[in-house]
C-alpha cells in the first residue's frame, strides 16, 4: 500500500505530463502483480469496490475521537477522506499485524466481506496504514479517487514499459478486467497477447489533424472526400451478441447516459459517430446545439423526461466492423458503402448518415466551409478515399478545417499564477468586455484562458502583471483595468453558450489568448453585445 | 495554586504584546517598547526599535544579522536557567526547542509563576537545544498546529523523500522552500544525516544565517550560493531558499524546477496545491497535536492560556482533561510563514 499511496500523493500535486508519466512507469516496473494493476485500474478508474459510505466512517472515527474536535478538524481540511486519515490515532489500537497491508490484499478483502464484516474491516486497515496509506484506502473505498491522470497517460505509461504499441494496448485493457496480469506479461513479453473474454470492447479511434497554411496546396481535392463536421461528441457504439456499449473518444463506457441511444443498436458491429441531441434527417430533424448536448452529459442515470425533452441520436461517420468482419483496414470508401447499408437498416430515429459534402476545388470547399448549411456545423472534415481507418493522429490521411474561430477584443481583469514550468508566472488570466453598469460603463468578466501565447508573450504578461497589479485576494491579483489604463488581448474561442452560472451571461469555450493588443486601449475593446450577437439562435 | 487574579495581574496581553506591569516589561512586543524579553528571532517575534532587550546570546546575535547593528538601545543576555531580577519579578530563559537560541521565559512573582514559552517543539532537532519542560500555574502556549490532523512525521523520512525524488528525477533541480532561520538549517542538517554529502545550494537570503549556525558548531556541509550571474548547472542539485522565492523571477534560471516546500502546513494536501508545491515536505519547527497535549500532561500546570493558532481545538482538550485553559488573543503574530 505503501508504494500506491506514495504515487497517489505525488501525481496529485505534480503538474507535468512528462513527470507523470514517469512516476507511473517507475511503479509498474518496480511494483509486482497484482497491486499494479489494481493500481492501474484505480487510477484509471476502472476499479469496482463496494463503496463504504461516509456515515460509517464517520461512525467509526467518532468511537475514538471528540465530536467537537472532529468537527473543527473537518472544518479545517474540508475533505472527509483527508480528514480521517489525519485525525486517526492508531496508537490507541495498535495493529496486531506489523506488516503493512498490500493494495491487492485491502481489495481483495474489501471485495470478499459481506455488509456486516466490513465496519471491522475498515476499522482494521486504518489502524493498520499510514496516513497516507489511510487516505489513499479512503479514496479508494469512497470511489472518489481523482488523480489528473487520463486513461491514455495510463495507457502510454504502460507501453513503455516493455516498448509496446500505446493503441494495441488501449484496444485489449478495455476487453480485460483488473488486476490485468494477462497485459503485464504480454507487455513485459514473458506471454502471448491475451485473448479477449468479452467482444465489446473500446477500439481507439482515429483523429485528425488541424488543416495549416499550406497544408492543402500539394493535395489533389479528387483524392479526397469531405464531410460536415457536427458539433456534438464523437463516440463509438459497439454491439456483439447480446452485449452493447456506448464509449466516448476516449473510451469511457458512456452507455449508462444514453439508454435511448443503446436500445437502439441492433446491428452487430462497431460503428463510429458523433453523438448529437435533436432529430435525424432521415425524420426530418434537425441537431441542436451543443449547450442541449450538455443536458445528457456525465450523468450517471437519466429521466424518462429528460429523454423526451433532449433526444439523443447518432450522425454515423465510419465503420470499424460490420459483425464480425474488421473492416479497418478496408479504404474509406468501401467502409463507407457498408457503412451506409448498416445504417440504412437501422432505427430511423436514432441513427442516420453524415452527408458528403460535394466539391471541386480546395476555394469551394473553403467557401462552403466558412458558411455552413447548418448552426450545429463546426467546419469540415477531409479524408482521403484510400484511407485505412488508423488509430492515432496521423497527419494526410484526415484532415480537419474548422470554421474560422470567433474573436473578440477583451481587457485582462484578474491573473493568477501558473503551475509547475509556469509556477512563477502569472500565466491564469480572467478577462473582461464593456458593458453598460449603473455608473456608466464596466468590465464584467467573459472568461478565463491560460494558454493561446508564446513564451515571450507571457514574459510580457507576466511583467505587466506584476507593474499593475492594485489589490489581491489570495492568490488573485485585481490588475489595472480603466478605459484608459490596461491590457487589451484578443480572445479566440471555438463557440459561445448561454450561461446562468457567470454573471454575463454567455460562456466560451475553448477560448486563448491569441494576440496581445498593445496597440489598442482598453476603450477600445469590445462590447458585452458584440459577444451575445455570436450566441446562437434560442430555439 | 495562585488565584486568577494573581495571574492576570502578573502577565496580561495589550497591543504592544504580552505585558508585565510590574517589571515594566513586554514579551515578544510586536510595536517598539521599552524594554522586551525576546524568546527567538523570528521576525513576528523579534523587532527592532526596542529600548532594551533580553534575550539569548544566539538571539541576539540573530537580531543583530537580520536587523543590522542598533537594532535597540541596550542589550542583555539571558544565560539558559540563570534568574534575572526585573523591578522584583524574577525572570529565567529556558530552551523551547523551535530554532537555535529560542527560550521560553518564566516569570515569577509574589510566588506566582507563568511561562510563556513562545514557539516551541519537542521533536528532535540537531540545531538547536531540546525543549525543556518548566513547573508553573499558568503556561502559556502556542497552538500553529492546534489541531488534531496535524501529526507530524519522522522528518528524516520526509527528506528521504526528497532524496528518492532526486533519484528519479536526476535532471530536476530540487528547490526546498525553507524559512531562512531555523528551517532552512534543519533541512540541510536533515540532508546530512541522511547522507547526501554534495553541495548544497542556497538563495542569498539564507548566506548570513547558515554562516551564523555553522560558527555555532552546527556542521552544514559545503554550501554554495546561487549566484544570480552564474550561468550554473543546477540540474539535479538542492536548492534551498525562502518560501517567498517560489513566485519570484529568481526561479526562473533553473531548469525545469520540482518546487519542495519543508514546513508542517504541507501535512494539509489542499495547502500543498495551492502553493504550487509538487513535493511536500512535513518538516515543522512547532508541536504538533500530540506534542502539545503532551506537554501540557508533562508540565501539568494549573491553567493553560493558548495564544496563536487554533486556540479553540487546544482549550477544547483542557477542558476535555479537566484542565483550566481560555484562549489568550495577542495580535501580530503570523502564523504561516515560520511553520
Known amino acids: ?539 | 495554586m495562585s488565584s486568577k487574579m494573581n495571574t492576570d495581574n502578573l502577565l496580561f496581553p495589550t497591543p504592544e504584546g504580552l505585558y508585565c506591569p510590574i517589571g515594566d516589561f513586554h514579551i515578544d512586543p510586536v510595536r517598539p517598547v521599552q524594554r522586551a524579553l525576546i524568546t527567538h528571532g523570528h521576525s513576528d517575534h523579534a523587532r527592532a526599535g526596542h529600548g532594551a532587550v533580553l534575550a539569548s546570546r544566539e538571539t541576539l546575535e540573530i537580531m543583530r544579522i537580520r536587523m543590522g547593528e542598533g537594532f535597540c538601545r541596550t542589550e542583555q543576555v539571558a544565560m539558559p536557567g540563570e534568574t534575572i531580577d526585573i523591578a522584583g519579578v524574577r525572570v529565567s530563559f529556558h530552551p523551547a526547542g523551535h530554532v537555535l537560541g529560542s527560550c521560553q521565559i518564566r516569570v515569577e512573582h509574589a510566588g506566582t509563576r507563568i511561562v510563556a514559552s513562545g514557539d516551541y517543539k519537542r521533536s528532535l532537532d540537531p540545531t538547536c537545544a531540546a525543549f525543556e519542560p518548566v513547573a508553573c500555574d499558568v503556561f502559556i502556549t502556542e497552538a500553529t498546529f492546534g489541531l488534531p490532523v496535524f501529526r507530524h512525521p519522522d522528518p528524516l523520512g520526509e527528506i528521504r523523500k526528497l532524496l528518492a525524488s532526486l533519484a528519479q528525477f536526476p535532471d530536476r533541480t530540487h528547490f526546498v522552500g525553507a524559512y531562512a532561520l531555523g528551517k532552512a538549517q534543519r533541512v540541510i542538517a536533515l540532508l546530512r544525516q541522511a547522507g547526501y554529502d554534495k553541495p548544497v545550494y542556497m538563495h542569498g537570503a539564507l548566506v548570513r544565517l547558515c554562516e551564523f549556525y555553522q560558527a555555532e558548531g552546527i556542521d552544514l556541509g559545503e554550501l554554495r550560493v546561487a549566484v544570480e550571474e552564474e550561468k550554473a548547472d543546477f540540474r539535479g542539485a538542492v536548492v534551498v531558499g525562502p518560501p517567498s522565492a517560489f513566485s519570484g523571477v529568481w526561479m526562473r534560471r533553473f531548469a525545469d524546477p520540482l518546487p519542495a516546500f519543508a514546513s508542517g502546513w504541507m501535512m494539509v494536501r489542499q495547502r500543498a496545491r495551492q502553493r504550487g508545491v509538487e513535493l511536500p515536505l512535513v518538516i515543522s519547527d512547532h508541536c504538533d497535536w500530540p506534542e502539545l497535549t503532551a506537554t501540557i500532561r508533562d508540565i501539568m500546570p494549573g491553567e493553560v492560556w493558548v495564544t496563536h493558532g487554533r486556540e479553540e481545538a487546544l482549550v477544547r482538550w483542557c477542558e476535555l482533561q479537566g484542565i483550566a485553559a481560555r484562549p489568550l488573543h495577542l495580535v501580530g503574530y503570523e502564523d504561516e510563514g515560520d511553520a
Not at chain 1, 494493476?37 to 466512517?57: C, E, Q, R, S, W
Not at chain 1, 479511434?205 to 483524392?223: I, R, W, Y
Not at chain 1, 466560451?508 to 453585445?529: G, H, N, Q, V
Open chain 1, 1 to 539: 500500500m505503501k508504494a500506491f499511496s506514495t504515487l497517489l500523493d505525488r501525481l496529485v500535486l505534480t503538474p507535468g505530463r512528462n513527470a507523470k508519466l514517469k512516476l507511473l512507469t517507475d511503479y509498474f516496473r518496480t511494483v509486482p502483480d497484482p497491486d499494479r494493476g489494481y493500481a492501474l485500474a484505480a487510477i484509471a478508474g476502472t476499479l469496482d469496490v463496494p463503496h463504504v459510505k461516509p456515515k460509517m466512517l464517520r461512525e467509526l472515527v467518532l468511537e475514538r475521537m471528540d465530536e467537537v474536535l472532529f468537527r473543527y478538524s473537518y472544518d479545517y481540511v474540508g475533505d472527509l477522506a483527508e480528514t480521517i486519515s489525519l485525525v486517526w490515532d492508531n496508537e490507541q489500537d495498535p495493529p496486531e499485524r506489523l506488516s503493512e497491508p498490500s493494495l491487492g490484499s485491502v481489495i481483495e478483502s474489501l471485495n470478499g466481506a459481506g455488509r456486516t464484516a466490513v465496519r471491522g474491516l475498515v476499522r482494521d486497515l486504518l489502524n493498520a496504514l499510514d496516513p497516507s496509506g489511510r487516505y489513499a484506502f479512503l479514496k479508494l473505498a469512497t470511489g472518489a479517487m481523482r488523480v489528473g491522470v487520463s486513461k491514455r497517460l495510463a495507457v502510454q505509461a504502460l507501453a513503455a514499459l516493455g516498448e509496446r504499441d500505446a493503441n494495441e494496448i488501449e484496444a485489449l485493457w478495455h476487453g480485460l478486467s483488473p488486476p490485468y496480469r494477462s497485459l503485464f506479461d504480454w507487455i513485459e513479453g514473458r506471454a502471448d497477447r491475451p485473448e479477449l473474454k468479452s467482444p465489446a470492447i473500446f477500439h481507439p479511434v482515429m483523429l485528425a489533424n488541424p488543416v495549416e497554411e499550406g497544408d492543402l496546396d500539394d493535395l489533389d481535392p479528387s483524392h479526397y472526400a469531405a464531410e460536415w463536421k457536427w458539433d456534438g461528441i464523437r463516440i463509438q457504439l459497439t454491439r456483439k451478441g447480446s452485449l452493447a456499449r456506448i464509449f466516448s473518444r476516449s473510451g469511457e463506457d458512456i452507455s449508462a447516459s444514453f439508454p435511448d441511444v443503446l436500445d437502439a443498436i441492433t446491428f452487430e458491429g462497431t460503428v463510429d459517430g458523433e453523438l448529437l441531441v435533436g432529430g435525424t434527417f432521415r425524420s426530418n430533424g434537425a441537431a441542436r446545439p451543443f449547450s442541449d448536448l450538455q443536458q445528457r452529459l456525465n450523468r450517471k442515470g437519466v429521466t424518462a423526461r429528460t429523454m423526451e425533452e433532449f433526444p439523443a441520436f447518432v450522425r454515423a461517420y465510419d465503420l470499424l466492423f460490420a459483425g464480425n468482419e474488421d473492416m479497418r483496414p478496408a479504404p474509406f470508401l468501401e467502409r463507407r458503402q457498408a457503412l451506409q447499408h448498416v445504417i440504412g437498416a437501422a432505427d430511423p430515429l436514432r441513427f442516420d448518415l453524415s452527408p458528403l459534402v460535394g466539391f471541386n476545388s480546395w476555394d469551394e470547399l473553403d467557401r462552403l466551409r466558412s458558411a455552413p448549411p447548418d448552426p450545429v456545423i463546426e467546419g469540415v472534415m477531409l479524408k482521403k478515399l484510400d484511407s485505412a481507418y488508423q488509430a492515432g493522429r496521423m497527419k494526410g490521411p484526415w484532415f480537419k478545417w474548422k470554421r474560422d474561430p470567433h474573436n473578440i477584443d477583451a481587457v485582462l481583469i484578474y491573473a493568477q499564477r501558473g503551475h509547475g514550468k509556469r509556477s512563477s508566472f502569472y500565466s491564469d488570466f480572467t478577462f473582461g468586455v464593456w458593458t453598460e453598469g449603473p455608473e456608466g460603463d464596466q468590465l464584467v468578466p467573459v472568461g478565463k484562458a491560460y494558454f493561446g501565447f508564446t513564451d515571450e508573450e507571457l514574459k510580457v504578461l507576466d511583467r505587466f502583471v506584476r507593474n499593475n497589479t492594485v489589490d489581491r485576494f489570495g492568490p488573485v491579483r485585481v490588475l489595472k483595468a480603466t478605459k484608459e489604463e490596461g491590457f487589451v488581448v484578443e480572445v479566440a474561442f471555438e463557440g459561445l453558450n448561454r450561461s446562468n452560472r457567470h454573471k454575463s451571461g454567455v460562456a466560451m469555450r475553448f477560448p486563448r489568448i491569441s494576440r496581445l493588443r498593445t496597440d489598442k486601449r482598453p476603450a477600445d475593446a469590445d462590447r458585452l453585445e458584440t459577444l451575445k450577437a455570436m450566441l446562437p439562435r434560442a430555439e
